[in-house]
């Protein structure tokens, strides 16, 4: 079965610092990959996503996110964050073939 | 409407007792999720219908957990005899697309705590 894993539960930032919070994924086949959202008190919403093509995707609010296929990995990134970054971040990776599989989630909190 | 509404937002029950929790999703989406997340968890994934076909309800925990949904239009997830380990966030998503290139829309959530 598939799985997703994101390897900071939790992490602390002050603003103007960067970012990156990790995401592997255990699939052998095509995958089509998100980064989803939840800031507080709002809907999860979709932050970026890849299908295909270039492995660096550009997202909403200057994130960005590679895909390494040879690593299964999705890292998320952002080169200086805000506190309005304060988030849960989730990623999720869908295989051609069945549903969707969410990680855990990472709370970032961006200190003023 | 403009987005994924579900209803209702807070619900507290007995344990025993059976609860009804209602998504309607984006008008003219034909697939619908239905999510379960714990305090400190992922998402769950739970029931998934996507038009005419038979819903994909390998996510359901248990037989006291049941989803039906009307056409393309309103969904309904029932918790019968509830259990203090049902409590969580339910999350419904829909999405206008078929296959895996599927933005999900996501609602606000309930939370169901069983007491």
Redesign the interface.
């Known amino acids: 079965a598939q799985s997703?894993s994101?390897h900071n539960?939790h992490v602390i930032l002050s603003e103007a610092a960067s970012l990156e919070l990790g995401c592997n994924y255990s699939y052998g086949g095509t995958?089509?990959l998100?980064w989803?959202v939840q800031y507080p008190g709002q809907?999860?919403?979709?932050l970026l996503?890849y299908?295909s093509g270039d492995p660096l995707v550009k997202g909403i609010k200057g994130f960005e996110a590679e895909f390494i296929k040879s690593k299964f990995s999705f890292n998320l990134r952002k080169p200086s964050v805000q506190w309005s970054d304060t988030a849960e971040y989730?990623c999720?990776v869908?295989?051609?073939?069945?549903?969707?599989?969410?990680?855990?989630?990472t709370t970032l909190t961006v200190k003023p | 409407g403009a987005?994924?509404s579900q209803s209702p937002s807070n619900k507290v029950t007995e344990k025993g007792k059976d609860v009804e929790l209602r998504c309607d999703p984006i008008s003219g989406h034909t697939a619908l999720?239905w999510?379960r997340q714990r305090l400190?968890?992922?998402?769950e994934?739970l029931i998934?219908f996507q038009g005419n076909s038979a819903p994909?309800k390998s996510?359901l925990p248990s037989d006291r957990f049941s989803a039906e949904r009307t056409g393309e239009s309103v969904s309904t997830l029932t918790i019968q005899r509830t259990q203090q380990e049902d409590s969580a966030v339910y999350?419904c998503?829909s999405s206008a697309e078929q296959g895996?290139?599927?933005?999900?829309?996501?609602?606000?959530?309930t939370r169901l705590s069983v007491l």
């Open positions: 997703v994101q539960h995958v089509n998100f989803y809907h999860l919403q979709l996503k299908f989730f999720a869908t295989p051609s073939a069945g549903k969707s599989t969410f990680g855990d989630g | 987005g994924v999720y999510y400190g968890q992922g998402l994934f998934y994909d996510g999350l998503a895996t290139k599927n933005i999900q829309y996501f609602g606000a959530g």
